[in-house]
């Protein structure tokens, strides 16, 4: 009698490892899949980046800032308004004519100069806003120099007007 309950409890044994061994990745596969539905929904799942980015396009307008240049800061062009100062984030690369180039560069290749009246077209973003102030973000996709010559934002998504 001994002898069978151990062989039924190693068959019990051996089937609840068999059983997890088979349950986990199956389980493992279904919720990676949920997961990917959950992404292509909007939600991105945990790409944080991904869904601030997508916030940031649902919830701003565009707008055109025309002013004098002051200089590139911490990825921000820096310009005098008629209504004061804008700082707006510049994507990483830009395309002027047939050529790319850095943000870093668009006021050492020449394309902007200091002083130089400037449009930029950008997205603003109220992060807040009240009747005496708002906080806004502004993120520039073209912007237009003083002869009249585009740069474009070498951006993976199309922004039309």
Same mark, same amino acid.
């Given at each position: 009698?001994?002898?069978?309950?151990?062989?039924?409890?190693?068959?019990?044994?051996?089937a609840a490892i068999v059983g997890a061994?088979?349950?986990?990745?199956?389980?493992?596969?279904? %919720?990676?899949?949920?997961?990917?539905?959950?992404?292509?929904? @909007?939600?991105?799942?945990?790409? =944080?980046? $991904? *869904?601030?980015?997508?916030?940031?396009?649902?919830?701003?307008?565009?707008?055109?800032?025309?002013?004098?240049?002051?200089?590139?800061?911490?990825?921000?062009?820096?310009?005098?308004?008629?209504?004061?100062?804008?700082?707006?984030?510049?994507?990483?690369?830009?395309?002027?004519?047939?050529?790319?180039?850095?943000? %870093?560069?668009?006021?050492?290749?020449?394309?902007?100069?200091? @002083?130089?009246?400037?449009?930029? =077209?950008? $997205? *603003?973003?109220?992060?807040?806003?009240?009747?005496?102030?708002?906080?806004?973000?502004?993120?520039?996709?073209?912007?237009?120099?003083?002869?009249?010559?585009?740069?474009?934002?070498?951006?993976?998504?199309?922004?039309?007007?």
């Amino acid at each position: 009698m001994k002898s069978k309950l151990k062989i039924i409890s190693v068959v019990l044994v051996v089937a609840a490892i068999v059983g997890a061994l088979v349950y986990l990745p199956l389980t493992s596969a279904l %919720e990676s899949s949920e997961n990917n539905d959950i992404a292509d929904e @909007g939600n991105f799942g945990d790409f =944080k980046g $991904l *869904r601030l980015i997508w916030w940031l396009l649902n919830n701003s307008e565009p707008v055109e800032v025309e002013g004098e240049a002051v200089m590139y800061y911490k990825d921000m062009l820096v310009i005098n308004t008629n209504n004061g100062q804008a700082r707006i984030a510049l994507p990483e690369e830009w395309i002027v004519g047939a050529d790319v180039i850095p943000r %870093e560069i668009l006021f050492e290749s020449g394309y902007l100069s200091v @002083g130089e009246t400037v449009n930029v =077209k950008a $997205l *603003r973003t109220n992060v807040f806003e009240k009747t005496a102030f708002s906080i806004y973000f502004l993120i520039s996709y073209e912007i237009v120099n003083s002869e009249g010559v585009h740069a474009y934002a070498a951006v993976p998504f199309n922004i039309e007007t």
